[in-house]
């Protein structure tokens, strides 16, 4: 997200004031007392929440659950972080206050250490491997899942098989966030091509072969709206947005995503300091970011996958000259996945029946 199109926090404070927390716990609070919420998911991100410290951290997740539990509202709160500052001391904090905690990591080092390098350019994935061990072994409770942006460079099963070695509970495979003005790598001159699509579709198949039960969000929200039911993210199928974000000085933002188009695409004019979340809800609403079908341009409403594609995350819509009218970069790589996927779910299908049958013959 640093390095998007979005620029402004580089004027924003470098963290919340604690002033600033209790006023987007109160409006937590009284947005879910309102509509009679009793669970609300809480992220805790940045740039690198962990830079915090400790003792901050352990202020910042008291007040939250303080105010929220005394309302009788229970919060779910999650760290996302690059992993490097984790030990035991943030382990055994987040334990006792039963906080949990999600890794970016992009797969197996010589991938990984791409982009993910320290200050002084070398990579990190060497200190992150010890890290991951550490949660994954002494901390599993915690451990929210990995996070992974998909390299098409990479090879699927060998990333798959690298992520699924830490034993997750949850991986997340997240497309590069870009868009028609600043296309995806290895799709920068063809769009009609899926490398995306490919990858995902061998990573699926390892995912669907593999001894270790984990979810896939990706995965699981397309085999979800295949059969008809609930995504499990905001990227996929038509559901309307359900995440606001507070930015340090208390800004109340559209989802961080789009600040991968424009510098003030996620710019809704809110603070918590006088705006409730239900203005911000009016706002994304009114400004049409993310509300079902209408949102979407001609060629995705009449598309047959768009209840479970949805266009795909809105920033991969993007064009300067058309806004977010355009299909997504990724189009074929959806369709393409969604395709592997459904043949994949008839094939099981078709398998269960004979094997029901011939249980029913045995029977009979
Ligand atoms: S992005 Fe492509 S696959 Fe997805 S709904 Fe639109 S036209 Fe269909």
């Known amino acids: 997200m640093y390095n998007l199109a979005d620029q402004r926090w580089r004027k924003q404070p470098k963290q919340m004031s604690l002033d600033t927390l209790k006023q987007v716990v109160t ?3 009284d947005h879910s007392y309102l509509h009679e919420v009793r ?3 809480i992220g805790l991100h940045g740039g690198e929440p962990l830079l915090v410290g400790p003792d901050k951290l352990e202020t910042i997740i008291d007040t939250l659950q303080g105010t929220l539990w005394s309302a009788g509202i229970d919060p779910r709160i999650t760290i996302q972080t690059n992993g490097l500052l984790f030990n035991e001391r943030f382990g055994d904090l987040l334990l ?8 970016s990591v992009d797969g197996i080092p010589a991938i990984n250490d791409l982009h993910r390098v320290d200050h002084k350019g070398r990579g990190s994935s060497k200190r ?34 690298y992520l699924a070695s830490f034993k997750p509970p949850t991986i997340n495979f997240l497309l590069p966030l870009d868009h028609h003005d600043r296309r995806p790598p290895g799709k920068e001159h063809n769009l009609s091509d ?28 397309f085999i979800n709206l295949l059969n008809g039911k609930q995504s499990l993210t905001e990227s996929h199928g038509t ?43 009016d706002r994304v609403v009114g400004q049409a970011l993310s509300e079902g079908l209408g949102r979407l341009p001609s060629a995705c409403q009449s598309c047959d996958l768009v209840k479970v594609c949805g266009g795909g995350d809105a920033p991969t819509r993007y064009s300067k000259a ?29 398998s269960m029946r004979q094997l029901q049958s011939r249980v029913s013959m045995r029977q009979g």
């Open 27 to 29: 409006r937590i609070r």
């Open 39 to 41: 669970k609300v998911k």
């Open 96 to 103: 006792r206050k039963g906080v949990t905690l999600g890794v």
């Open 128 to 161: 992150l491997e010890e890290k991951l061990h550490l949660l994954s072994q002494h901390y599993h409770r915690i451990f929210a899942g990995l996070l992974c942006v998909v390299n098409p460079l990479s090879d699927p099963t060998e990333t798959f098989d």
């Open 194 to 221: 899926a490398p995306y699509g490919r990858w995902l579709a061998d990573a699926f198949d390892r995912w669907a072969s593999h001894p270790t039960p984990m979810r896939v969000l990706m995965f699981n929200s």
């Open 239 to 281: 559901n309307p947005a359900s995440i606001a974000v507070v930015e340090t000085n208390g800004d109340i933002e559209a989802g961080d995503a789009l600040k991968a188009t424009d510098e003030f695409a996620t710019v809704l004019g809110l603070n918590v300091s006088n705006n409730s979340f239900d203005d911000a809800y």
């Open 322 to 350: 058309n806004g977010f009218k355009n299909v997504s970069v990724y189009c074929l790589d959806y369709a393409f996945l969604i395709d592997h996927i459904q043949q994949r779910m008839l094939v099981a299908q078709a």
